[in-house]
């Protein structure tokens, strides 16, 4: 079935740094890429939409400087935290979309320090 | 816009004993439904999902849900809980046409299974 790989599945850094995260499709071609963000015990909040060679599609709300998102390949969406801050810990979930649907990745905790 | 209820923070129920977790979702116009588990610090898992067709859909682990139009709901049921069936469920909603669309969620269930 489609696979999804994400990583790194946790990071710390320190306030101020940037942090890269990945999605990878191993076995489809994913035309569209969805990046969310989960707070603690709650849902999950959609914060930008990729299409592969174009410019991503930001929700209200959401920073696109400092969530800078590349959908350089049909295989690989990043998600790059720049500046990071305390307040953006949080966990990371990536979505690919081929033909078998939506396909989550397993998450990133990000932690800043 | 389309929007997910999801009635139940949490469930508690006893191994063996079945179990419902009950989704409401709103929508103008057709959509995709999707119920989803999360274990903890893990991403997520699709336990099934409705596109079209049959209300009745079985999923994996021995989940189903049931897709009903005129009340608006998709809960998911089992039979028959297992303590390995505790985690977080949530509910999912996306536009039923025009290609693979954001996916809305419901703020979760999370279903503790006591032994």
């Known amino acids: 079935g489609a696979v999804v790989s994400q990583h790194p599945s946790r990071v710390i850094c320190k306030s101020g740094t940037s942090v890269k995260i990945e999605c990878r499709s191993l076995?489809?071609?994913?035309?569209?890429m969805f990046w969310y963000r989960q707070f603690p015990k709650q849902s999950l909040m959609l914060m930008a939409t990729?299409?592969?060679?174009?410019?991503?599609?930001?929700e209200q709300g959401v920073e696109k400087d400092k969530f800078l998102i590349n959908h350089a390949s049909l295989t690989l969406s990043t998600l790059t935290v720049t500046s990071a801050h305390p307040e953006d810990s949080s966990f990371y979930i990536c979505?690919?979309?081929?033909?078998?649907?939506?396909?989550f990745g397993s998450g990133t905790r990000l932690t800043v320090v | 816009a389309q929007s997910v209820t999801q009635l139940d923070s949490q469930v508690p129920v006893f191994e063996e004993a079945p179990v419902e977790l009950r989704c409401n979702y709103s929508?103008?116009?057709?959509?995709?439904l999707f119920w989803y588990v999360q274990y903890p610090n893990q991403g997520l898992q699709l336990l099934l999902k409705?596109?079209?067709?049959?209300?009745l859909v079985k999923g994996i682990n021995g989940f189903e849900a049931e897709f009903n139009k005129s009340q608006t709901s998709f809960h998911l049921r089992k039979p028959s809980v297992h303590i390995s069936d505790t985690a977080e469920y949530f509910c999912?909603?996306?536009?039923?046409?025009?290609?693979?669309?954001?996916?809305?969620f419901g703020i979760g269930t999370k279903l503790q299974v006591i032994p």
């Open positions: 979505s690919a979309t081929g033909t078998g649907g939506y396909t």
């Open positions: 076995d489809f071609q994913a035309t569209t």
């Open positions: 990729s299409n592969e060679g174009s410019k991503a599609t930001y």
């Open positions: 929508s103008s116009v057709s959509v995709y």
């Open positions: 409705y596109l079209s067709g049959s209300t």
């Open positions: 999912a909603v996306s536009l039923g046409s025009g290609g693979y669309q954001k996916v809305t």
